[in-house]
């Protein structure tokens, strides 16, 4: 029985630990879902990884992320990267794209699935693709939106995780909180709902200004091999309006350095448990479909968690 609950545990570790990915806006080679592992109120999970990324070029990516829990059944989570624009010699770090996420656990439904609910905010700290759309083109640089919700069911030694975002692009040049306003004060505030109004025009989710948005769905299939826990990945999706959007120098700005609009990639990768709560991985992405000689190829990384 304690064995039995051992590995119980160890997959959700495997699954959830929260590189999976707690930064949705990040492109590395790893499961392609968002993470369901909430942090209990005063631990603290940590993570380091480091990913070679070919595109046109080649650069490294390191990612730190970190989480705690704030309530029962909610944690928040940070994360931070960083790109070296050569991977055969040093340079200085760029600040690549950041983020800070809150995750709510729905718990189980039917004592099946597990479900919950991640709202995240991308952070403009990476170069901005808009102005400069083909160095690091993984890199958005402005501020996103994403409101994701993920389920997972487990059935013997597989579970499988499944996950549908939608995530919120600004146009050039502006916020994507941009309408978005609290000044009760102002008529305008109430006409607009507050921002969220999606038929005033001028409000933060105005319908016209949702063309740019991605619609994205993902699957993460684990295999338990308790302490060995391989996966398989896969995220496809789409603009709103399916057309490209293009920077400044007229080249179209990639969503994750996939592609402009209709996207396919995948990934692969294997976890080695030294507990239950702390193990080291190594990943591979790969982009199935690729429009432009700019666009991510693949990437291949290794990475280390632990619980605290």
């Not at 730190?64 to 029962?72: A, E, R, V």
């Not at 909180?177 to 009760?184: A, D, P, Q, W």
Request: hydrophobic share 40%.
């Amino acid at each position: 029985m304690q064995y039995e609950q051992k590995i119980t545990s160890a997959i959700i570790m495997a699954l959830f630990v929260f590189v999976v990915t707690i930064a949705h806006n990040q492109a590395t080679c790893r499961p392609l879902t968002a993470s369901m592992y909430t942090v209990d109120e005063g631990s603290i999970e940590g993570y380091a990884g480091i990913d070679v990324i070919q595109t046109k070029s080649a650069y490294t990516k390191e990612c730190l992320n970190m989480s705690t829990g704030i309530l029962p059944g909610i944690d928040i989570r940070f994360s931070a990267s960083f790109l070296q624009g050569s991977i055969h010699e040093l340079s200085n770090n760029t600040m690549g794209d950041c983020s800070i996420g809150i995750w709510h656990s729905f718990g189980l439904i039917f004592n099946t699935i597990s479900s919950g609910m991640l709202i995240e905010v991308g952070l403009p700290t990476a170069p901005d693709a808009y102005y400069n759309e083909t160095t690091f083109p993984t890199e958005s640089g402005f501020t996103t939106f994403a409101l994701s919700f993920v389920a997972a069911y487990n059935n013997n030694s597989i579970t499988m995780i499944f996950s549908g975002c939608y995530t919120l692009m600004p146009q050039s040049g502006e916020s994507v909180f941009e309408g978005l306003s609290f000044n009760v004060s102002r008529s305008s505030t109430w006409s607009s709902l507050f921002g969220l109004n999606p038929f005033k025009k001028g409000s933060m989710i105005y319908y016209k200004k949702l063309s740019n948005d991605i619609v994205s769905f993902s699957s993460t299939a684990v295999y338990d091999m308790y302490p060995v826990m391989p996966y398989m990945s896969f995220c496809f999706g789409d603009r709103i309006n399916n057309s490209p959007v293009y920077g400044e120098h007229g080249l179209p700005v990639l969503y994750k350095g996939y592609n402009d609009t209709l996207f396919l990639v995948t990934s692969w990768g294997i976890r080695y448990f030294f507990s239950e709560k702390t193990y080291i991985g190594a990943g591979l992405l790969y982009n199935v479909l690729r429009d432009y000689d700019y666009s991510l190829q693949y990437a291949i990384g290794i990475e280390a968690s632990s619980v605290w």
